[in-house]
């Protein structure tokens, strides 16, 4: 066998650290791209050419025509929303790659997304932030085994099948939340309809993937969402359905750990989040109003506003740990210029303690209060900077402080959200 190589990028914060960006930038040198978690409420937008694309559940190497791009098992996929992305972006006039999925992934289907807007309704206080595309609900059908998969479709019994658990999911949704019914006939044909659409792509994505690594060629693992929305390491209840961290990339992709050999944490050089949870060193001020402004902090999905405040150490380290992060990438450096004092949260204090990690429950972590480093800003425009040593002292200082205290290698940094304002430090696929 040659030398693997082979590289996993993830969220390193709550999400919407601009993956989709490193993705693309990686997919330029790669041959596949994998994505191995969650549905298509994951929105990446990536930028080149003055133009802007979107996608929230095709893989971000599909913008490369010698690239191709697998949607894993570990995912779970709307099929019609599927069809939707994929003909928005052929019709952008890009030349795209070949696109392969998992016949082992599991479906998101119309009563998911019904199950999910009735039962985060049902939090009332409570409520998670959920997107209410169905991904929980789909999630909890494949542990509870009511799932369908993809392959189910081809099963001479498929539609008897599907009609037992369709039924048990209306009476579900009739009994619990008094929804009326939706129509199997419709629900069926649309899905028939989108599956002959697709059908050609489907095939047992871990053994192409296994074969791909073993003949030497570069493999691209793609995240979704963040480490910390990781639904056993992350700041749960406000979390997502699914594995975010790195470690899922074996097993939501069907290979093994062994062919994996580095972890790329994408992370902002602030903070970001959506929805409800603790967020301790969110900014409820101007100078938070001011960076999300600049960095156009608003869901690529959802449109929400999103929460914003100072970089979080004691979570970024529980991220790298968490996911066996190897290198970090700061993200939207150049949001921070103009603002006179940076702050670092290092620690968090804790009942009168100072503590340096996230405690198990959300009531815990909303009693910490964040510790800080403070730091001088820069006033530079850096969306020009080409290389390190071009970035102002106070910016270079800053970086070098994140890699001190996590004690692992930044390899680059973003100035701008063009595939040209990326500047990388050391070379890792």
Same mark, same amino acid.
């Given at each position: ?39 298509? /409420?994951?929105?990446? *937008?990536?930028?080149? !050419?003055?133009? #802007?694309?979107?996608? +929230? &559940?095709?893989? $971000? %190497? ?10 894993? /098992?570990?995912?779970? *996929?709307?099929?019609? !929303?599927?069809? #939707?992305?994929?003909? +928005? &972006?052929?019709? $952008? %006039? ?336």
């Amino acid at each position: 066998m040659r030398k693997i190589n082979s590289l996993v990028v993830v969220g390193s914060q709550w999400g919407d650290e601009g993956k989709g960006k490193m993705t693309d930038y990686f997919a330029q040198k790669a041959d596949v791209v994998v994505r191995f978690a969650g549905g298509d /409420n994951a929105g990446h *937008v990536i930028n080149f !050419n003055g133009q #802007k694309h979107k996608v +929230t &559940i095709i893989p $971000s %190497g599909i913008f490369n025509p010698e690239v191709t791009s697998v949607i894993g /098992n570990g995912c779970v *996929v709307n099929l019609i !929303n599927l069809v #939707k992305e994929l003909e +928005t &972006i052929q019709k $952008s %006039g890009v030349k795209l790659g070949k696109l392969l999925i998992s016949d082992r992934a599991q479906l998101i289907l119309p009563y998911h997304i019904l199950i999910d807007g009735a039962q985060e309704e049902a939090r009332g206080a409570r409520k998670i932030g959920t997107t209410k595309r169905g991904i929980g609900p789909t999630y909890q059908d494949k542990a509870a085994r009511l799932g369908i998969r993809i392959a189910d479709i081809e099963e001479k019994d498929f539609k008897e099948t599907f009609k037992e658990i369709f039924d048990y999911q209306m009476m579900f949704l009739n009994k619990m939340f008094d929804i009326a019914s939706i129509s199997f006939d419709k629900t069926y044909s649309e899905l028939m309809k989108a599956y002959e659409v697709i059908k050609d792509c489907i095939t047992d994505t871990g053994i192409f993937i296994e074969k791909a690594i073993k003949e030497g060629k570069k493999v691209l693992f793609e995240g979704a969402q963040g480490a910390l929305l990781d639904i056993d390491h992350g700041t749960y209840p406000y979390v997502t359905s699914s594995n975010t961290s790195a470690n899922n990339a074996s097993t939501g992709t069907g290979i093994s750990h062994k062919l994996i050999n580095n972890t790329l944490g994408v992370v902002k050089a602030y903070s970001t989040r959506v929805g409800a949870g603790a967020f301790p060193t969110e900014l409820l001020n101007e100078i938070g109003d001011g960076i999300r402004e600049r960095g156009h902090e608003y869901g690529s999905n959802t449109k929400r506003p999103r929460r914003v405040g100072w970089l979080d150490l004691v979570a970024l380290k529980h991220a790298i740990r968490t996911s066996g992060i190897d290198y970090l990438f700061i993200t939207l450096l150049d949001v921070l210029s103009g603002v006179d004092q940076l702050m670092i949260c290092d620690k968090y204090i804790f009942e009168g303690e100072e503590i340096s990690y996230i405690p198990a429950t959300s009531s815990k972590h909303e009693k910490c209060e964040a510790k800080y480093i403070s730091m001088p800003g820069w006033k530079e425009d850096i969306t020009q900077v080409k290389s390190f040593d071009d970035l102002p002292t106070n910016a270079k200082n800053y970086l070098n402080k994140i890699s001190e205290i996590c004690e692992i290698e930044i390899t680059g940094f973003s100035v701008g959200p063009d595939r040209l304002q990326t500047v990388i430090t050391k070379e890792i696929m």
